[in-house]
């Protein structure tokens, strides 16, 4: 009865065969595709690691630190070092393609053949980074502190204007960079209250940082939702949600937009719905 069932099953397996095939291979590269974006990040993360734990005995590394930003949340850090030399705070990018944007230029580019993306200026997310690390070690007019933006080595830097306050380099880079600094700025005894207060914020149990995690993430989308209903409000009410100044109506290339009265101080603006 078994060697019956056998022979009737093989000719439709082997007609299935190559289906289910198929289907398992589109699922692997959807699954694929889904995680591409985390697993790319973990690679280069990995290197980044690889390449800060060439620095040697004088520089101690900090990796993904949650830092309290003052209002209840706090402010992800992909990797700070210390050293007698200054404080570096490193903000790293894991994009392909060409890197197009100015220091004071709120949105950069990101290009892959024709298709382009915008990403939020890193010179003034990392600022962000460093006012509330400066704020937590308790020294908030510290100027021995670095802000390093680190792009993966398959971009393409395209910048026509060099960088004032901060340094904008790829991955193999930073080893190099950082030791461009080698003039003592930090004694000892205050290395080790900065190194004591960054170490209070290491998270060593897995389930703890995942909550963490997850609180800073909620936290942010919580943030975006408020500051949208602020800027929707301001925008109403003619008033720039950036600078406090006056918003008044201009024609433009693209249509009628809102424009400060702070400009070019303030260079805020918002198309006409």
């Not at 204007?161 to 600094?181: C, G, H, M, N, Y």
Request: contains cysteine.
């Amino acid at each position: 009865m078994i060697i019956l069932a056998i022979i009737v099953l093989l000719p439709i397996l082997f007609f299935l065969a190559p289906i289910i095939f198929a289907l398992l291979l589109l699922a692997g590269i959807i699954m694929l595709k889904l995680r591409y974006p985390v697993i790319k990040g973990a690679i280069g993360e990995w290197y980044v690691n690889k390449e800060l734990n060439k620095l040697g005995t004088n520089y101690k590394i900090y990796h993904d630190l949650y830092v309290p930003n003052g209002d209840g949340g706090t402010t992800q850090v992909d990797h700070v070092v210390t050293s007698p030399y200054g404080i570096f705070v490193i903000e790293t990018k894991h994009y392909q393609g060409w890197i197009f944007g100015k220091e004071n230029q709120r949105y950069w580019t990101q290009t892959i053949y024709k298709r382009k993306e915008k990403l939020f200026n890193p010179l003034w997310q990392n600022y962000g980074h460093i006012q509330a690390i400066n704020k937590y070690i308790d020294k908030e007019d510290f100027e021995f502190i670095y802000s390093i933006i680190a792009f993966s080595q398959n971009s393409t830097l395209k910048f026509k204007e060099d960088f004032t306050s901060a340094r904008v380099i790829q991955f193999p880079q930073l080893t190099k960079v950082i030791k461009e600094w080698n003039v003592q700025r930090i004694n000892s005894s205050e290395l080790q209250e900065i190194n004591r207060a960054l170490e209070g914020l290491i998270i060593t149990d897995k389930n703890k940082k995942k909550q963490v995690k997850k609180k800073h993430v909620s936290d942010i989308k919580n943030n975006r939702k408020e500051k949208v209903r602020k800027e929707k409000e301001d925008t109403q009410q003619n008033v720039c949600p950036k600078c406090g100044g006056g918003l008044t109506m201009k024609k433009g290339k693209y249509g009628s937009f809102y424009g400060c009265s702070n400009f070019p101080k303030c260079r805020y603006t918002k198309q006409v719905s």
